[in-house]
């Protein structure tokens, strides 16, 4: 657009175990939204700012947690124009996501292969 880039990605959490997994709404960017700094993205080796919401929040409840069964996948449409600070010229980007579980009872530190391409 006029005053961002719209740089829309699928992110994708697949239970590869046995049992179902407790994924933290937040850190699963419900709906869509960022509440934190869950993306590393970089343009042309450059690390790009995070503008968005850094959510301090108290346990989210029972309500708070996708609940992932074995073998399924939750995916969820993001737009990370809206949070990072991408240079109007482009360049060669590359993200990955990065971020711990919160408050789960699978608490785990969540990472995902780098995706790479030119903007």
């Known amino acids: ?20 997994f407790e994924l933290d709404k937040a850190t699963a960017c419900e709906g869509g939204e960022l509440r934190n700094n869950v993306f590393e993205v970089l343009v042309d080796g450059a690390e790009v700012p995070y503008l968005g919401i850094m959510a301090k929040r108290a346990h989210p409840g029972p309500d708070g947690f996708f609940r992932i069964a074995a073998g399924a ?14 240079p109007r010229h482009g360049g060669r980007l590359s993200l990955r996501f990065d971020h711990y579980n919160h408050f789960s009872r699978d608490a785990v530190q969540l990472t995902s292969d780098v995706v790479a391409q030119r903007l």
């Open 73 to 86: 996948t939750h995916r969820v449409a993001v737009d990370l124009g809206t949070a990072y600070a991408l």
């Open 1 to 20: 657009t006029q005053d961002r880039w719209r740089l829309a990605v699928t992110v994708s959490f697949t239970n590869h175990g046995d049992a179902t």
